[in-house]
C-alpha cells in the first residue's frame, strides 16, 4: 500500500506559479512512477505529467508543455508539480497517482494508488 497526501494548492491569478507536492508513504516511494492528472468541473481526469521510478525519463500533457515540470525526490518520498504561466482553464482538482506498472502512463487505469486531490483555482 502506499499513500499519497497532496498540497500546495489554491488561488492564484492568470500568470502567476504554483508549487504542488506529493508526500507517499508505505512501501518503497523509489520503486513507483508517479503522475499527476487533473479533474475539472463536468469533465473527465485527464493526464498531466509523469515520471519513472529514477526520475530519468519525463512526460508531459501537449496542453501544459512548456509550462509544467515534474519532478521527484526519492530521499524525500515525494513528487513535485511546478506550474508556471497558469491559465484559466488549468482551474481543475490535481491528483497526485502511484503506478507499480510500466503500462498505462497516460491513462487513469494505470495508476494503483491516488491521493485525495488539491484544488487548484486560476482567476482571469
Known amino acids: 500500500q502506499v499513500q499519497l497526501v497532496e498540497s500546495g494548492g489554491g488561488l492564484v491569478q492568470a500568470g502567476g506559479s504554483l508549487r504542488l507536492s506529493c508526500a507517499a508513504s508505505?512501501?518503497?516511494?523509489?520503486?513507483?512512477?508517479m503522475g499527476w492528472f487533473r479533474q475539472a468541473p463536468g469533465k473527465e481526469r485527464e493526464f498531466v505529467a509523469a515520471i519513472n521510478y529514477s526520475g530519468d525519463r519525463i512526460y508531459i500533457s501537449n496542453s501544459v508543455k512548456g509550462r509544467f515540470a515534474i519532478s521527484r525526490d526519492n530521499a524525500k518520498n515525494t513528487v513535485y508539480l511546478q506550474m508556471n504561466s497558469l491559465k484559466p482553464e488549468d482551474t481543475a482538482v490535481y491528483y497526485c497517482a502511484a503506478s507499480d506498472s510500466n503500462r498505462g502512463i497516460f491513462e487513469v487505469k494505470g495508476y494503483n494508488y491516488w491521493g485525495q486531490g488539491t484544488q487548484v483555482t486560476v482567476s482571469s
Open positions: 508505505g512501501r518503497t516511494f523509489s520503486s513507483y512512477r
